[in-house]
């Protein structure tokens, strides 16, 4: 007991010359930043995934001082497995910590992107923000015409009759496709379900349109109850902890951001065609929602 009144008389003694974060009795929120397509990365644009989120989060639960953890989520969606994983990341840390997670919304939190928002004990939102699109969707192009046009001969010998199913140089099957939207069932049951389980006597809406792929915006998801509260980051933090808190942005360290920035195997150059066509795609994924 003693021990601990001499530390805490030697921290208010330092404190003029501590950084504000460190001084007693100031209360700290750390703020984690997850931003971008789910798993759609290269190496100039990392993805976010558990592996780049998860040490973001695991800093920011330890800190003994938090008084909760703010997470930004500004995302159009993406995959859905690292989806899943990085909303049971955040959900297992808070449940280890005890600490409260409040989700911000910026843009848009569709998707993969809101089954994110979903693992937050609160999710506030801008009227503008879009949200929602509780859904499954497969993209892809179709090359047989092209192929074609330019006497392209393709060749293709695999094992098993499946393994080049739904391949974009082939014409499309009638079973590929009810195959693939089989999986497609699957999944956007696992949405839902996580949906109403995360937002249990919060939802007021229909399903057939709450889970119909539909996005809305931030005002328009505080009225079906897919979000709590309009509102941001600092001034919902400073009604809860007075105008001293100090909101601590958590970032990825720099061995981690220039490991993140090494090009793969082969160098820059033998990746430009997946730099263009994964930047293609995340592009798509945004301008869905007018971004």
Avoid at 46 to 68: D, G, V
Avoid at 91 to 107: I, M, P, W, Y
Avoid at 149 to 174: C, M, N, W, Y
Wanted: with cysteine; charged share 25%.
């Amino acid at each position: 007991m003693a021990d601990t009144s001499l530390r805490d008389d030697f921290a208010r003694w330092l404190s003029p010359v501590l950084p504000k974060h460190m001084r007693p009795g100031v209360p700290v929120v750390p703020v984690v930043r997850l931003t971008g397509a789910i798993g759609m990365g290269t190496p100039l644009k990392p993805a976010l995934t558990l592996a780049s989120a998860a040490p973001l989060l695991e800093k920011a639960f330890a800190i003994k001082r938090a008084k909760e953890v703010a997470i930004i989520v500004n995302s159009p969606g993406g995959a859905p497995v690292q989806s899943h994983l990085i909303h049971r990341r955040i959900r297992s840390l808070a449940q280890q910590h005890g600490r409260k997670v409040t989700v911000f919304v910026e843009d848009v939190a569709a998707s993969g992107g809101y089954m994110i928002a979903c693992a937050g004990d609160e999710i506030i939102a801008d009227p503008s923000s879009i949200v929602g699109s509780i859904g499954v969707v497969s993209a892809g192009f179709g090359f047989t015409g092209l192929i074609d046009k330019l006497g392209v001969e393709r060749r293709v010998h695999t094992s098993g009759q499946s393994k080049v199913i739904l391949d974009p140089f082939q014409p499309e099957k009638a079973e590929d496709v009810e195959r693939l939207k089989t999986i497609q069932k699957d999944v956007h049951e696992d949405f839902i379900a996580l949906v109403k389980e995360r937002r249990s006597g919060a939802l007021d809406g229909v399903d057939g349109l709450l889970f119909s792929g539909a996005f809305w915006t931030g005002r328009q998801g505080l009225d079906l109850g897919i979000v709590d509260r309009l509102g941001e980051l600092r001034t919902v933090m400073r009604e809860r902890y007075g105008d001293d808190v100090v909101l601590k942005l958590i970032g990825a360290s720099r061995g981690l951001m220039l490991r993140r920035m090494t090009p793969r195997d082969g160098g820059l150059g033998a990746g430009l065609a997946d730099e263009v066509l994964t930047s293609l795609e995340a592009r798509a994924l945004w301008s869905r929602f007018g971004l």
